[in-house]
């Protein structure tokens, strides 16, 4: 029983490029979030989703594209990356409590 | 708006000076509150879960109580390793998980 598992788990990117982050979880949790944290601040949501094939927004969407084709598989797509989001980012799936990944640290140079 | 409020943003004790944090949250059709501690540079660490008011849970030097309107972290007589950032997040009745900002907690030896 693996939990959550992020990748990758450092990545750096040029302003302007694309890429996507990675969340799988192998609990068979219907709910799945993406946060993302900046420097001594809180976790901030991105987007969550309640299902298969049911995705929405959270606090800070823009920039951010989700899917959830399965329950176990939540990417996060970021396109064309702006230095504003640099940041680590934590996915996490939701059972008797919210269970994290290792998060994500990116830099956007 | 669903909003989770967090208070005070930092606190700084004596070790073995007891005291409590906060977490407030606007009334919507709470379906559960969490409590994690976060050391810097790491991920969330889950401490507990409550759903309902009147219910309190206890580990160790922590006790967490919830009422309808509010959440308690009872710290007694800590520790220097209590030292972190805690962290409540709200379940709302429109599926959002959202963070409060967070209490830094400084155990001074």
């Known amino acids: 029983n693996a939990g959550v598992t992020q990748t990758p788990k450092f990545r750096i990117l040029k302003i302007g490029q694309s890429m996507t982050l990675q969340c799988t979880q192998d609990?068979?949790?219907?709910?799945m979030y993406w946060y993302r944290q900046d420097p001594g601040m809180g976790l901030k949501l991105i987007y969550y989703?309640?299902?298969?094939?049911?995705?929405d927004k959270g606090e800070v969407p823009n920039g951010y594209n989700v899917s959830r084709s399965t329950t176990e598989d939540f990417p996060l797509r970021l396109e064309l990356a702006a230095p504003s989001q640099t940041s680590v980012y934590f996915c996490a799936s939701l059972g008797g409590e919210l269970f994290f990944g290792e998060g994500s640290r990116l830099t956007v140079l | 708006e669903d909003q989770v409020t967090q208070s005070p943003e930092a606190l700084r004790l004596q070790e073995g000076e007891s005291s409590s944090l906060n977490c407030s949250y606007t009334v919507s059709g709470l379906r559960g509150l969490f409590w994690y501690r976060q050391d810097p540079g790491k991920g969330p660490e889950f401490l507990f879960t409550?759903?309902?008011a009147g219910e309190e849970k206890e580990k160790e030097r922590l006790k967490a109580t919830l009422t309808k309107k509010e959440s308690f972290l009872h710290i007694t007589a800590p520790k220097p390793e209590d030292s972190a950032t805690y962290l409540c997040?709200?379940?709302?009745?429109?599926?959002?998980?959202?963070f409060g900002t967070g209490t830094r907690l400084t155990i001074i030896p």
């Open positions: 609990m068979n949790h219907n709910y």
């Open positions: 997040a709200v379940l709302f009745g429109n599926e959002k998980l959202t």
């Open positions: 989703s309640v299902g298969a094939g049911i995705t």
């Open positions: 409550l759903y309902s």
